[in-house]
């Protein structure tokens, strides 16, 4: 990888901001704010993608389809990637030596087709052949921690900022980047708001899908006392009592609207990141539609999440007065403010959402399976 501080540098100049502690802010790698949904599929809009940023990949759209698909990657997270590591190469060292991907690092290419015909190359077998298919698993072996070229520990972010482009594209970060993972369109939803702009959901109470013929709107827990099988944290309940764990005035994490999210309890399922101790998730999926909004859960303060975190697939926490943690996965976009030490209340809108929000929850250092509270407050 390259020098991330003069990558650094070379964003503030475009005017944009990158990722800071996995809390990514609106904006990234993104030059000019043009990365919008596109399918995976189509080489003209990707070329329409990297026109619009003003980038020297434009003119590569059928390249970065052809050499993806042609081992079975989704293109998009490529530009995702060429977007994080030199901001679509307008990063001017990347730009002499045709590596938009920050391969080597300083590995210098005949021509940015050759850079990503052999990016499309090593992905496929150094990472996603090893089992390595998400960006969070990938991460580990593309930009480890602790390497003696990343001296500010920027490559914790690698994951949230690859992610955050990844999902402005149509991906879904927090799943396999392979093309049979991935969604194959963009669903007809509404196209993601403009970078520094606020989600039309989040803020005017009006929905971003078509299909919905009410305004979506929060949706907090009445007190449902909700369903565990056992007294354990894995199934639901708090730590100290064995009873259901609840939080008064918690509100489910998304804007509801006529057709509800979905809560995937893959709390126990194999996960890339630590989590007390156990290879398991220890997180939950609340499967939506690119672009809903996003609330807090509860007031708190925002803070980062760890690299660790982060590779689980939490990108930030809420912390509560009484120490309780909520983690949000990495959003597609954030409200202006929301940063790391900001200070939200529930029901705040936060920003918009990708296809899949991972959602954890913990309490007096453990972690809590929270989808027996968001499926009682959703009822």
């Not at 030059?31 to 990297?50: E, N, Q």
Request: glycine share 12%; with cysteine; proline share 7%.
């Amino acid at each position: 990888m390259f020098s991330r501080t003069r990558i650094i540098i070379a964003a503030v100049a475009l005017g944009t901001s990158l990722t800071a502690g996995g809390l990514a802010l609106a904006g990234s790698e993104d030059p000019k704010g043009s990365l919008s949904c596109v399918a995976p599929l189509d080489a003209t809009g990707i070329d329409r993608v990297l026109q619009d940023a003003g980038s020297p990949l434009a003119g590569e759209g059928s390249t970065f389809v052809t050499a993806a698909a042609s081992v079975g990657l989704d293109p998009r997270a490529l530009v995702a990637i060429a977007g994080h590591e030199t901001i679509l190469m307008t990063y001017g060292p990347a730009a002499r030596i045709n590596n938009p991907f920050g391969i080597g690092p300083g590995r210098r290419f005949a021509s940015p087709a050759d850079a990503i015909r052999s990016a499309a190359t090593l992905i496929s077998t150094g990472y996603v052949g090893q089992g390595l298919t998400t960006l969070s698993a990938i991460s580990g072996k593309y930009a480890p921690v602790g390497v003696s070229n990343d001296p500010g520990n920027l490559n914790a972010n690698w994951a949230g900022g690859v992610g955050t482009l990844y999902g402005r594209l149509g991906g879904d970060p927090g799943a396999a980047i392979t093309l049979n993972a991935q969604p194959s369109s963009c669903d007809d939803t509404a196209a993601s708001p403009a970078v520094g702009t606020s989600s039309p959901a989040a803020t005017s109470g009006t929905s971003t899908t078509p299909s919905d013929t009410t305004a979506p709107a929060l949706k907090t827990w009445d007190g449902t006392v909700p369903t565990i099988a056992s007294d354990t944290t894995d199934a639901g309940a708090d730590p100290l009592t064995g009873q259901a764990a609840t939080v008064d005035g918690f509100v489910f994490p998304l804007l509801v609207g006529t057709t509800p999210p979905t809560v995937d309890d893959d709390y126990s399922s194999p996960g890339t990141g630590a989590c007390s101790d156990r290879a398991i998730r220890c997180a939950v999926t609340v499967v939506a539609r690119r672009g809903d909004g996003v609330v807090a859960s509860v007031s708190g303060q925002l803070a980062s999440a760890t690299a660790d975190e982060q590779s689980a697939g939490v990108a930030f926490w809420i912390t509560t007065r009484s120490g309780d943690r909520f983690g949000y996965g990495p959003l597609l976009t954030y409200e202006p403010g929301i940063a790391d030490g900001a200070s939200v209340t529930a029901g705040q809108p936060l920003g918009t959402t990708t296809p899949r929000l991972t959602f954890a929850w913990e309490r007096s250092g453990s972690r809590i399976d929270p989808a027996p509270l968001l499926s009682a407050t959703l009822r």
